[in-house]
């Protein structure tokens, strides 16, 4: 199982990849909207590429929630493996 | 009508020819071809081969983040936006954006983003299609990314008719100025059709060159050897508004824009009207609109695509429009040099059009080794200067569906 910071570090790659925020900004109390500038079309961009990446589902009605990269983390950690 | 003069002030290019204006413009005073063998694996297995890609990719140019939520035609549009833009000197406070609009024509839209995103359907299901594929392949697209870059905040269209599309943003811009909807219009158009089904398609039309082998040589208007178009890609863009703004500026004024004519042959879908009947109608409107007589007319820039019947059916339009002056008239083809850039062409032969009243020079066309007998016309095969004084000239764009638009220039 991937540590926090491994899949945080994962998930700044793709978030650059897509919106070219340097990955190093992309840290746990970061806002996607707010702080990162990810518009909602780049949000799902984001979330494909997170569902490939890590190998879980994250429903359409659950992205509202992610708000933060902790967020996405902290249901990334605790999904289960698709 | 408005008789509000409408005047050039600004021009932006890529080309196969070159990323931008002048080296575009170099390349053709030198008769150079940006025509190339398809060195990619699918152009393998197609009768077809060739294809004149642009000669910078537009990568080179545009942010990472910013090129991939661009279809390649809107790549392309912002590219010659953004030169378009700088050289023509305008800011967000020399112009009210609500004042700004702009026409840019497309032929077929985001055509590449909508095959590999059917692709990714296929293969991947329906989970991995972008969300940015819609905005992306819109025809409307390119125009839209062209009003973010500069602001524009009037009327933001997208002619559509086929090749003769990029001609028509022109003729719209002008329109728009002169019925006080705008100051300014940056027009033009974009095409980046270069991918495995539409030249398969445009094969099985039997309209594009299948010469090969030497790919330079496929792209030969009027020639008696031609035998079909080459598909080219990019985009031109043109900053045009009234005189009256430009002037109050103090703009550099490369040419006016007169008139122009837009008609349709409701002949066939796709074969053009063996007489011109349409296209020499547009012509005439052309000229009238402009208030020109045809002994003004000392340049056009053909439409003429390196086919067999259109390029026939131009040479019969020339002489039924200009009478007596079709024989002083200097007639080029710059696609023989760019290929045919469907909605594009337009744009970046208007821009030609331009720079050959602005610099009083004609570019030639290329591979008119043994011209067809049919077509008697005095065609540059060299740079051929232009007279001084007040001179004009055309710029023809026939396209699929019978669409005919001539626009007219004019020296200042």
């Known amino acids: 199982m991937a540590t926090t910071e491994e899949i945080r570090a994962d998930l700044a790659?793709?978030?650059?990849?897509?919106?070219?925020?340097?990955?190093?900004?992309?840290?746990?109390?970061?806002?996607?909207?707010?702080?990162?500038?990810?518009?909602?079309?780049?949000?799902?961009?984001?979330?494909?590429?997170?569902?490939?990446?890590?190998?879980?589902?994250?429903?359409?009605?659950?992205?509202?929630?992610?708000?933060?990269?902790?967020?996405?983390?902290?249901?990334?950690?605790?999904?289960?493996?698709? | 009508m408005s008789s509000r003069r409408v005047v050039v002030t600004g021009m932006g290019m890529t080309s196969p020819l070159g990323g931008d204006v002048p080296s575009t413009w170099e390349a053709m005073l030198a008769g150079r071809s940006g025509v190339r063998r398809l060195e990619e694996e699918w152009a393998e297995e197609l009768p077809v081969q060739i294809?004149?890609?642009?000669?910078?990719?537009?990568?080179?140019?545009?942010?990472?983040?910013?090129?991939?939520?661009?279809?390649?035609?809107?790549?392309?549009?912002?590219?010659?936006?953004?030169?378009?833009?700088?050289?023509?000197?305008?800011?967000?406070?020399?112009?009210?954006?609500?004042?700004?609009?702009?026409?840019?024509?497309?032929?077929?839209?985001?055509?590449t983003t909508l095959l590999s995103n059917y692709d990714t359907l296929k293969e991947k299901g329906p989970r991995r299609v972008s969300p940015l594929a819609i905005p992306m392949l819109m025809p409307n697209a390119p125009a839209a990314q062209v009003a973010l870059l500069v602001g524009a905040k009037a009327g933001v269209n997208t002619p559509v008719s086929a090749c003769a599309s990029g001609n028509e943003g022109v003729a719209l811009g002008v329109d728009q100025i002169r019925l006080g909807r705008a100051?300014?219009?940056?027009?033009?158009?974009?095409?980046?059709?270069?991918?495995?089904?539409?030249?398969?398609?445009?094969?099985?039309?039997?309209?594009l060159s299948k010469r090969n082998d030497e790919p330079e040589r496929a792209s030969r208007p009027w020639d008696a050897d031609r035998d079909g178009f080459v598909l080219g890609e990019g985009a031109g863009v043109l900053v045009?508004?009234?005189?009256?703004?430009?002037?109050?500026?103090?703009?550099?004024?490369?040419?006016?824009?007169?008139?122009?004519?837009?008609?349709?042959?409701?002949?066939?879908?796709?074969?053009?009207?063996?007489?011109?009947?349409?296209?020499?109608?547009?012509?005439?409107?052309?000229?009238?609109?402009?208030?020109?007589?045809?002994?003004?007319i000392v340049h056009i820039n053909a439409h003429a695509t390196s086919t067999p019947l259109g390029d026939l059916a131009e040479g019969l339009m020339v002489h039924s429009t200009l009478g007596a002056q079709a024989d002083r008239v200097v007639v080029t083809s710059t696609k023989s040099m760019t290929g045919h850039l469907l909605?594009?062409?337009?744009?970046i032969e208007s821009i030609a059009t331009v720079l050959a009243l602005h610099n009083r020079v004609a570019p030639p066309t290329i591979n008119l080794d043994k011209q067809d007998t049919g077509v008697?016309?005095?065609?540059?095969?060299?740079?051929?200067?232009?007279?001084?004084?007040?001179?004009?000239?055309?710029?023809?764009?026939?396209?699929f569906g019978g669409a005919n638009v001539a626009v007219a220039f004019a020296s200042v």
Do not use: C
């Not at chain 2, 909605?343 to 744009?347: E, F, K």
């Open chain 1, 13 to 82: 790659e793709i978030v650059n990849e897509v919106a070219g925020i340097p990955a190093d900004d992309v840290q746990l109390d970061k806002s996607f909207t707010d702080d990162l500038d990810v518009d909602s079309l780049s949000m799902v961009e984001v979330v494909v590429a997170a569902e490939e990446k890590f190998g879980v589902k994250i429903p359409d009605d659950e992205v509202k929630n992610l708000k933060t990269v902790g967020d996405a983390v902290a249901f990334i950690e605790q999904a289960p493996q698709a």
């Open chain 2, 51 to 111: 294809a004149a890609r642009v000669a910078v990719e537009p990568s080179e140019v545009l942010e990472r983040v910013k090129a991939r939520r661009l279809d390649r035609s809107a790549q392309f549009a912002v590219v010659a936006a953004m030169e378009a833009w700088a050289d023509s000197g305008l800011t967000d406070t020399t112009v009210d954006p609500e004042r700004m609009g702009v026409a840019l024509a497309s032929g077929i839209g985001g055509v």
């Open chain 2, 183 to 207: 100051d300014v219009v940056l027009v033009g158009g974009t095409e980046a059709a270069i991918h495995a089904l539409p030249m398969a398609a445009f094969g099985q039309m039997m309209a």
């Open chain 2, 240 to 296: 045009i508004e009234s005189e009256e703004h430009a002037k109050a500026r103090g703009a550099r004024i490369y040419a006016e824009v007169r008139g122009a004519g837009i008609t349709a042959d409701s002949h066939d879908i796709a074969q053009p009207d063996p007489e011109g009947r349409g296209g020499s109608r547009a012509i005439l409107r052309a000229l009238q609109e402009s208030d020109l007589a045809a002994s003004d």
């Open chain 2, 343 to 347: 909605g594009g062409a337009g744009a």
């Open chain 2, 376 to 399: 008697d016309l005095d065609i540059a095969t060299s740079p051929r200067d232009l007279p001084a004084g007040d001179i004009a000239a055309l710029n023809n764009s026939f396209g």
